[in-house]
C-alpha cells in the first residue's frame, strides 16, 4: 500500500506566539471600494507571488448542478467585472452559456490572502476577443485552433497532426481568432477580502452590490 503524503500539522501555540511578536497588526481593511482593495493587493501579489499571480479558480455547475472548478488566467480587472478566455466548447464554455453564473477565487500564498467573488456571466465583445487573441503568440494561437478542448483525445500524436495541419493552413501569414474561442467577464454581486490573522482569527470582509453602489458587513473567521 502506498504511504499516504504527510500533511503539515496545525501551528502550535509558539508558533502563533511567534507570528504575532513578529510585527505590528495591519490596519483593517478598508471598507471604501472593493475593486481598489483588489487591484491593491493583485500589485502585491505581482510583485511577491513565484508564479501566475493572475491565477484564480473558476466554479461553474453543469446541467445536473454537479459544481466544477479549474485555475484559469485572469486577464482584465475593472468595475464591469474580472475577465478571462477561452474555447467556447470547452467544459466551463457548454456550463457558462448554459448557467451564465460563476464564482472565482484568488489565492495569493505568499501574502497569506484570497478574494472570493460571486456574479453573473456575460461574453466580451468581439472587439475586446480579438484584442487580447493579438498578443497571443503564434504558437498559442496555433493551437487554440487546433485543440477541441475538453473533448476526448485519442493520443498525443492527434493533437500534434493538428497542430501541423493549422501551421500549414496559415502559414506565415496572420492567425485570426477562432469562432469558437472568446472571453467571459464575471461581474460580481459579492466579493470577500480574507486575510489571515493568528490563532485562526482571520480577518473577513465582504461586499454587496446593492443599488447605489456597495454595502459591506464583517464576518466570524
Known sequence: MTDKAPIPPSPSEDDYVR?????????????????????????????????????MA????????????RMVLLKDADPSGFVFYTNLGSAK?????ANPQAALLFHWKSLRRQVRVRGQISAVSPEEADAYWATRARASQIGGWASEQSQTLPDRLALEKRIAEVGLKFGLGKVPRPPHWSGF??????????????????????FTRAAGGWTTRRLFP
Not at 41 to 50: F, I, S
Not at 62 to 69: I, K, N, T
Request: no cysteine; proline share 11%.
Open 19 to 55: 507570528q504575532v511578536t513578529a510585527a505590528e497588526p495591519p490596519p483593517l481593511l478598508s471598507e471604501e471600494d472593493p475593486f481598489a482593495l483588489f487591484n491593491e493587493w493583485l500589485t502585491e501579489a505581482l510583485a511577491k507571488e513565484p508564479n501566475d499571480a493572475n491565477a
Open 58 to 69: 473558476l466554479a461553474t455547475a453543469d446541467e445536473s448542478g454537479l459544481p466544477d472548478v
Open 93 to 97: 464554455g457548454r456550463q457558462l452559456a
Open 185 to 206: 467577464r464575471v461581474t460580481p454581486q459579492a466579493m470577500e477580502f480574507w486575510r489571515d490573522r493568528p490563532f485562526r482569527l482571520h480577518e473577513r470582509l465582504v
